[in-house]
Antibody
Framework: EVQLVESGGGLVQPGGSLRLSCAAS????????MSWVRQAPGKGLEWVAN????????YYVDSVKGRFTISRDNAKNSLYLQMNSLRAEDTAVYYC??????????WGQGTLVTVSS | AIRMTQSPSSFSASTGDRVTITCRAS??????LAWYQQKPGKAPKLLIY???TLQSGVPSRFSGSGSGTDFTLTISCLQSEDFATYYC??????????FGQGTKLEIK
């Protein structure tokens, strides 16, 4: 059974930092592009970042460039998102996701990040 | 960036109805389009990819069509478990992708 389990969310003050983790199991993690997708409260889905199978390519939505860093550890079947200089508008549920052919095949259950003073 | 626009944003229907949701891309995306279903408090679930290919395990009452800029998701006979929010996603510009704003389907 495929599982993506996110952790690391919580309440953080504006300007603060947070590191999200995602533990993958049940599929060949190293064969998949991996992404972070977020959803602000009551809003739609927004792609945030993704990373190639070997970590050699990384892409970000413009609103997080220079503040967020995506990384992965294939030996640990894990995906990460380092979030710095957090803003109120970064408040959202963050989903870990996996893609083989472009569409998102696998989703985690999400972890809530709240940026507030 | 490719912008995806869904219509309607919300609507109500009854079980047994046939419903259609549309998705329009701001530029041609060939057939690089997926549809997802999301229920409250849950992660999205992939229904259709490549515009018309049903994901394994998804009921055959769901179907997708279109190419270029205009796409549709059809549910042929609504069941109670189908009331949810639906999103389209383009992956023509993969690795960068974008979602539509969502269509909330409610019970009439």
């Amino acid at each position: 059974e495929v599982q993506l389990v996110e952790s690391g969310g919580g309440l953080v003050q504006p300007g603060g930092s947070l590191r999200l983790s995602c533990a993958a199991s049940g599929f060949t993690f190293s064969s998949y592009w991996m992404s972070w997708v977020r959803q602000a409260p009551g809003k739609g889905l927004e792609w945030v970042a993704n990373i190639k199978q070997d970590g050699s390519e990384k892409y970000y939505v413009d609103s997080v460039k220079g503040r967020f860093t995506i990384s992965r550890d294939n030996a640990k079947n894990s995906l990460y998102l380092q979030m710095n200089s957090l803003r109120a508008e970064d408040t959202a549920v963050y989903y870990c996701a996996g893609e083989k052919t472009g569409a998102t095949d696998y989703w985690g259950q999400g972890t809530l990040v709240t940026v507030s003073s | 960036a490719i912008r995806m626009t869904q219509s309607p944003s919300s609507f109500s229907a009854s079980t047994g109805d046939r419903v259609t949701i549309t998705c329009r891309a701001s530029q041609g995306i060939s057939s690089y389009l997926a549809w997802y279903q999301q229920k409250p408090g849950k992660a999205p679930k992939l229904l259709i990819y490549a515009a018309s290919t049903l994901q394994s395990g998804v009921p055959s009452r769901f179907s997708g069509s279109g190419s270029g800029t205009d796409f549709t998701l059809t549910i042929s006979c609504l069941q109670s478990e189908d009331f949810a929010t639906y999103y389209c996603q383009q992956y023509y510009s993969y690795p960068k992708c974008s979602f539509g704003q969502g269509t909330k389907l409610e019970i009439k």
